[in-house]
């Protein structure tokens, strides 16, 4: 390790973040407090956490607690804990750098948010942390050891493109943050820091509940009593300023909104209220309480590979794991919140959780919980369900695939597009509500956007006949469609794949149906010659029950994979063998009739295979398909617009 002081550059996005901190992108400067406390507490929980597991692990664990430190006449703040620390390779990693991805996805999308609140939300989706602090200071000094080791390391910065990083030898065990405080401004909602009672308020309101003690200097006598003359004699007494009640263990009703909302902030760094509080308590065989949340935001890393889950577990009110992934399946890594076990032992590793029957049967109470809380909204208030789906609907669709168990209930608070209503989206259950008299199945395509599905040939029929489609337009909803046969009784079936016919779900009519066999016979030698022409790109050619106004469309059979599907496995390496679709002809588009009068005067006519081409070519462009070889289809294209000039 390098003996003198390092000076380092921050990266330039980091930067330029740091700017918008400093200059009051947030009004409510005093979150600055609550993160640098809510970062102490989980040091204090990681460093109990280590101590159970590593018993040779050389640290002090007899007096864990979070301190206040202030000094009026220097203007200094200092938040201290006792807790895990960090080593020199921590604090370049996590300090020296504000994030490892999406910086500058996010200074984007706050240079083009037109107020100060939209800014606000976007620093809480980030979870700036840490750097909250320059917005009240002039100069950050952070001091840390980690425990176990003998060196400690101090980074000091004023926050306007550098820092520095220095070994020290005598650095107590855990972090500190001394904060070189602004003068004060009210104007810009930048208060007094070096006052106690604003830090007492702030405490109080913000971070009451951490299971830690927080400890300031108790309050003095007013000057020039006899006590105040003692009390400067002597150093001043510590008290605990917050109550250290866990919120999920008291009373529902001693408990208010702010005080979830604040716990809720904690947990989660998230800078914004929740969109739903659970609460849940578990009698009888074992016991265990729970307090989690629904965020109103989707956080950043929602999508990434390294993201994690939101849910604490303790094990009576001592801190035990962070991101307890057997409590909540992926498709509910969304939820905040803690659990707090009676009965489970304090060494429980993730491996041994993964198989341990009260986690099992808590993890199937918790997503029942969580699922019917949603259910809840959805039929109460569509406003908040409108802003739950569109955070958070593609993720919770990931469970029609992997939760089977819950599936019906998954498929019950789900919503979707559909051609009943531009705007509005559709539950299952609205859609069956609606259905058609005689109608027997739920419709659907999907598609990369409604502009593509509600353009496609495939929808002809449908419209035509009134018959109600939902829009599916997710990649998640190619793959789930397959996985789910039905809904209610009433089965999923893809309008662009396997024979449709509308007509059979109405009264039969003797007449259409002897029609349609004369066609067939009519078609018959058409559909054959197509068919082996076509035999490279097709498996067959066959009459259409499903078009009104377009020639022709591509369809598969009922179990083929669809193209998007296959692109999504081949995005992820999986190649898949090439799978041939279906051609559907409207034998009442003039194009199509005409073709079979002219292959039944001049079969040997090479210009008529080029017309099946051409058929085939625009049926795969209608449905957004990319063609094998642009150039000869322009080139065909080309020939048949000069012969009509």
């Not at 509080?277 to 935001?297: H, K, N």
């Not at 041939?580 to 005409?594: C, D, T, Y």
Request: charged residues 30%; negative net charge.
């Amino acid at each position: 390790m390098t003996t003198g002081v390092e000076t380092f550059e921050f990266q330039v996005e980091a930067r330029q973040l740091l700017q918008l901190m400093i200059h009051s992108i947030y009004s409510n400067k005093d979150v600055f407090l609550r993160e640098l406390i809510s970062n102490a507490s989980d040091a204090l929980d990681r460093l109990r956490l280590e101590s159970l597991r590593d018993q040779n692990l050389q640290a002090d664990t007899s007096d864990l607690h979070i301190a206040i430190e202030i000094d009026k006449e220097s203007r200094t703040l200092t938040v201290r804990d006792n807790g895990i620390g960090m080593s020199h390779d921590g604090v370049v990693e996590l300090i020296g750098t504000i994030a490892n991805s999406g910086t500058a996805k996010f200074l984007k999308e706050l240079r083009e948010s037109k107020d100060a609140a939209a800014s606000a939300d976007l620093i809480g989706q980030f979870g700036v942390g840490f750097y909250a602090s320059f917005m009240v200071a002039d100069e950050v000094t952070l001091l840390t050891r980690h425990a176990g080791e003998k060196q400690g390391t101090r980074w000091v910065s004023d926050g306007q493109g550098t820092y520095t990083i220095e070994p020290v030898d005598d650095a107590p065990q855990g972090t500190s943050v001394t904060l070189k405080l602004k003068p004060e401004d009210t104007e810009d909602h930048l208060y007094d820091y070096a006052s106690p009672w604003k830090i007492r308020e702030i405490i109080k309101q913000h971070s009451d509940f951490i299971t830690w003690p927080i400890r300031m200097a108790a309050a003095q006598p007013p000057a020039g009593t006899d006590e105040s003359e003692q009390s400067e004699q002597k150093a001043p007494e510590l008290e605990t300023v917050n109550s250290m009640k866990a919120l999920w263990a008291r009373p529902k009703d001693e408990v208010t909104d702010d005080e979830y909302h604040e716990f809720y902030k904690h947990i989660s760094h998230d800078w914004n209220n929740p969109l739903e509080t659970i609460r849940m308590q578990a009698e009888g065989t074992f016991e265990y309480q729970s307090l989690l949340f629904i965020p109103a935001r989707a956080p950043q890393d929602l999508y990434m590979q390294d993201r994690k889950r939101g849910v604490q577990l303790y094990v009576k009110r001592v801190f035990i794991m962070d991101d307890c992934e057997a409590l909540m399946p992926e498709y509910l890594r969304f939820v905040k919140g803690v659990v707090d076990a009676a009965d489970l032992s304090l060494n429980v590793s993730r491996e041994t959780l993964q198989q341990d029957r009260q986690i099992q049967l808590m993890r199937r109470r918790l997503v029942k919980k969580v699922l019917s809380t949603v259910k809840d909204i959805m039929s109460s208030d569509a406003e908040r369900y409108a802003t739950f789906w569109k955070e958070f609907g593609r993720v919770l669709k990931e469970g029609l695939l992997s939760d089977l168990e819950n599936r019906e209930a998954i498929l019950e608070v789900c919503s979707f597009a559909s051609t009943q209503d531009a705007e509005q989206p559709t539950t299952l259950r609205g859609y069956t509500e609606r259905m058609k008299d005689g109608q027997e199945h739920i419709y659907y395509m999907t598609g990369e956007s409604r502009s593509i599905v509600e353009s496609s040939p495939h929808m002809e029929a449908f419209r035509e006949k009134g018959y109600e489609v939902l829009v599916l337009t997710d990649p998640i909803d190619e793959l789930w469609v397959d996985a789910v046969p039905e809904f209610d009784g009433k089965q999923l079936r893809s309008i662009a794949k396997g024979q449709v016919d509308l007509d059979s779900e109405d009264e039969k009519d003797e007449a259409a149906e002897a029609e349609r066999e004369q066609r067939q016979k009519d078609f018959a030698d058409l559909l054959s010659w197509m068919t082996t022409t076509l035999s490279e790109q097709v498996k067959e050619v066959r009459l259409s029950s499903r078009l009104t106004t377009s020639p022709a469309c591509i369809v598969g059979d009922t179990f083929d994979v669809t193209p998007a599907l296959a692109n999504i496995y081949r995005s992820m390496g999986q190649s898949l063998p090439e799978v041939k679709r279906i051609l559907e002809l409207n034998p009442s588009h003039p194009l199509v009739s005409g073709l079979r009068a002219a292959h039944a005067e001049r079969k040997d006519d090479s210009g008529l295979a080029e017309t099946a081409e051409l058929l085939h070519s625009m049926a795969l462009l209608a449905e957004g398909g990319e063609l094998s070889d642009p150039s000869r289809f322009i080139k065909l294209v080309a020939e048949r617009v000069q012969q009509t000039l």
